[in-house]
T-cell receptor, first 113, second 114 residues
């Protein structure tokens, strides 16, 4: 049972435009969400997180939106740059007790110059 | 500040053998987690250690085990290797105490079982 789903395996966006990566989850106990970026042959790099008490968190070009009622989160990258081309994973956890992340299967973003 | 260090980076083993992977966390981090990444499966949680105690374990067979030392360094062991164990094994460290639970990953160990 995939508790965290990234239904788009890949996404292509023109440089300078907005990239929107989506993630859905099924477990209502999740209260902490993260996005990671992964280049080939490297480990995932932490990008941004959000707790369930917020519906938006921004860090530079990256903004994460959380819609708890829809159990949906999205990562917006504006403007997209060729260096953003990577695989993006969303992950979910509970702040109390489980000490593990449940990851989605990833979305490969390609930013076209 | 040094990041998470995993050794070795690449490993080739034969079916039936065992393997030990090592992870040195970021200085000051007491939590170490291990994940398995295979194509199409994302990252699957193996186990998490905090101050030498396993706090959580994923749905993997008993052939997968781990431990953490007093200096927070961690090892994971896979016995009786199977072809399906071929994967990228990632270690992540964090402070481990909510809300400071962002995990920082190493580059991983690529294990190939032949």
């Amino acid at each position: 049972d995939q508790q965290v789903k990234q239904n788009s395996p890949s996404l292509s966006v023109q440089e300078g435009r907005i990239s929107i990566l989506n993630c859905d989850y099924t477990n209502s106990m999740f209260d902490y969400f993260l996005w990671y970026k992964k280049y080939p042959a490297e480990g995932p790099t932490f990008l941004i997180s959000i707790s369930s008490i917020k519906d938006k968190n921004e860090d530079g070009r990256f903004t994460v939106f959380l819609n708890k009622s829809a159990k949906h989160l999205s990562l917006h990258i504006v403007p997209s740059q060729p260096g953003d081309s990577a695989v993006y994973f969303c992950a979910a956890s509970t702040l109390s007790g489980t000490y593990k992340y449940i990851f989605g299967t990833g979305t490969r973003l390609k930013v076209l110059a | 500040k040094a990041g998470v260090t995993q050794t070795p980076r690449y490993l080739i083993k034969t079916r039936g053998q065992q393997v030990t992977l090592s992870c040195s966390p970021i200085s000051g981090h007491r939590s170490v987690s291990w994940y398995q990444q295979t194509p199409g499966q994302g990252l699957q949680f193996l186990f998490e250690y905090f101050s030498e105690t396993q706090r959580n374990k994923g749905n993997f067979p008993g052939r997968f085990s781990g431990r953490q030392f007093s200096n927070s360094r961690s090892e994971m062991n896979v016995s009786t290797l199977e072809l399906g164990d071929s994967a990228l094994y990632l270690c992540a460290s964090s402070l481990g105490v909510p809300p400071n639970t962002e995990a920082f990953f190493g580059q991983g160990t690529r294990l190939t079982v032949v």
